[in-house]
């Protein structure tokens, strides 16, 4: 129930939300009962404006080929943003400027959340404004580009999450044959993509040399709050995975080499059954996937289920992959409402299962956080987010059963999701590496580019896929596929530390599942008033992603491994 914000506010001008601004810049906040008032119609105003965001982002992703849709972002990106980043900083420099503050910042909620406001006015300059409208505009562009993506096979025009159910096909031809398609179809963009990719680079550090930064890997360090690990701490993970991970995948692909009876996988049998096996079709349509996916939540815990019970009542889903739609998948907090959203583009596939329960565990992460005082404390940090995401996708396996029927299907599931959290952290780090090198070198080629990318693959792919004979721009451009590159830069490596979170969690489910499930919840619900080690320490575990934590963890997913085949 607003308190602040009219009932039949729209946002459909800047003078509408300047009006509430006013209010607040202007308002005395001179005794504390008046400064918390004051925080509190800030926070309502916040939630308002970034629900009223979200669901135009929302309806863009869901449908790119609408120009109103996209209008109607842009407008909000373009009319409404930079206006409001000078009261904002306004805002927050009223903010710190009250006697209460230090009183307040005794409660760890309000330290954590005073940190962060104080690191946004040191990163503030107005004439970043334009810049970052610039940025939003032009990042919004990969998912156009992307959703246009289509082939025809077989006479039938398929989506490319939908065309990748064939990369799976027993029949070599067949998937030689799609991928092929695919291929071709993603390198007509390519060109565009570089481009597109060079003007973000540009536009991105120049925000930095604006912050005073020394680039825009620190700029980025700095504005996603990474107050709890350092860049040296990255660059030793990407070591570490190189280290004892990468041998695990080789380990994994020589086994596969073997029974495929191959000295080397091509490109298109990557994610073959080696077996000769069918590719699992754990669902048919979005509607199964999500009447399974609340049954399955229902009985690891009743709570999750009616979770995503509310979101199906209400409408706060689009699961099915389909033309025009933006690739790949989010949960999206609504903070007004409190009732998060989920976009994800299924095809049948149990990559589309995992997809499901990772943005399921987002969404429970939003009910447990959505009744905190301020909005600002229900605003993650990326590697607490992604612990409940991914600790979901292993808690749930248990009771995949709703979805395979046959032992054995659930048994190569159960396999294929494991390996996939053995095989994503080299690409994890990869993609992190890849990061550090573009921001530290802001004016290398496109050519540059590349060869550092080639680099990076070869030092944590495994050698064992062979991309000669014609497939070299595959592998070059490879990383285009990847999202967060153009539209979150940095938002990467959190899903490498919140893994080895996540089979903490596990493996303390499988000592204790009611203590695991109740410390899970409880970290969950903490949103961010709390150090993310603290939370983490909540969830039962250390916060670690060293070299050290990286050995035990490993050698226990390869026990699970080993005993499922």
């Known amino acids: 129930m607003r308190k602040f914000v009219s009932a039949d506010f729209t946002c459909d001008s800047w003078e509408s939300v300047e009006f509430y601004l006013l209010d607040l810049k202007n308002r005395d906040i001179s005794s504390k009962e008046s400064f918390k008032k ?24 869901i449908n790119t080929l609408d120009e109103k849709l996209t209008e109607s972002y842009q407008f909000f990106v373009t009319e409404i943003q930079p206006n409001l980043a000078p009261f904002e900083d306004a805002l927050n420099q009223k903010m710190m400027a009250s006697p209460f503050v230090k009183e307040l910042a005794e409660d760890k909620a309000y330290a954590i ?21 610039e940025l939003s505009t032009l990042s919004q562009q990969f998912g156009a580009i992307s959703g246009k993506q289509m ?9 490319m999450p939908q065309a990748a159910n064939f990369l799976k096909d027993p029949d070599e031809t067949v998937r030689k044959e799609v991928y092929d398609l695919i291929t071709t179809r993603r390198l007509q963009d390519r060109d565009a993509l570089d481009d597109l990719f060079n003007q973000l680079i540009q536009l991105r550090n120049q925000v930095a040399k604006n912050a005073d930064c020394a680039d825009y890997r620190d700029y980025k360090f700095k504005s996603l709050g990474r107050f709890d690990y350092t860049v040296e701490d990255c660059l030793a993970f990407h070591n570490a995975i190189e280290k004892l991970i990468v041998p695990i995948v080789k380990q994994l692909n020589l086994k596969k080499l073997e029974k495929l009876g191959k000295s080397k996988l091509k490109p298109w049998d990557t994610e073959v059954d080696p077996d000769g096996l069918a590719p699992l079709k754990p669902f048919e349509s979005g509607e199964e996937l999500l009447d399974k996916s609340i049954a399955v939540f229902q009985k690891l815990d009743a709570y999750f289920g009616d979770c995503l019970k509310t979101m199906k009542s209400g409408g706060f889903l689009d699961l099915d992959s389909k033309a025009g739609k933006a690739p790949g998948g989010y949960n999206y907090p609504l903070y007004e409402s409190g009732i998060p959203f989920i976009f994800m583009n299924a095809a049948g596939a149990q990559r589309d299962l995992t997809t499901m329960v990772h943005e399921g565990g987002h969404a429970v992460h939003s009910f447990l956080s959505r009744d ?19 600790s979901m996708e292993l808690l749930t396996m248990e009771w995949w059963n709703e979805f395979y029927t046959h032992e054995n299907d659930l048994r190569r599931a159960k396999l294929e999701q494991l390996e996939s959290v053995v095989k994503v952290l080299p690409w994890i780090a990869q993609i992190d590496a890849f990061q550090h090198w573009i921001y530290t070198h802001p004016t290398h080629s496109t050519a540059e580019r590349t060869e550092e990318w080639v680099r990076l693959n070869k030092r944590f792919g495994t050698g064992l896929v062979d991309y000669d004979d014609g ?29 080895l979170g996540a089979l903490g969690v596990w493996n303390n489910f499988k000592k204790n599942p009611e203590k695991a499930l109740t410390d899970y919840k409880n970290a969950l619900s903490l949103g961010y008033t709390k150090s993310i080690p603290e939370i983490y320490e909540t969830a039962g575990l250390k916060f670690d992603f060293s070299q050290a934590a990286l050995e035990d963890i490993s050698k226990n997913l390869m026990d699970s491994i080993n005993a499922l085949n």
Not at 113 to 133: D, H, K, P
């Open 38 to 61: 004051w925080l509190f119609d800030k926070s309502e105003l916040e939630a308002v404006l970034e629900e009223n965001m979200a669901w135009r982002y929302i309806r863009m992703t």
């Open 113 to 133: 959340y005073f940190r962060g406001v104080q690191s946004a006015l040191e990163l503030f300059r107005e004439e970043n404004i334009a810049l970052e409208t």
């Open 151 to 159: 082939i025809i096979y077989k006479g039938k025009e398929l989506t």
């Open 372 to 390: 905190l005082e301020l909005t600002g404390f229900k605003s993650l940090p990326s590697e607490v987010a992604e612990l409940a995401s991914m």
């Open 471 to 499: 497939y070299e721009d595959v592998l070059e451009s490879s990383w285009q596929k990847q999202l967060h590159l153009f539209e979150v830069p940095f938002y990467y490596i959190e899903y490498g530390i919140a893994q």
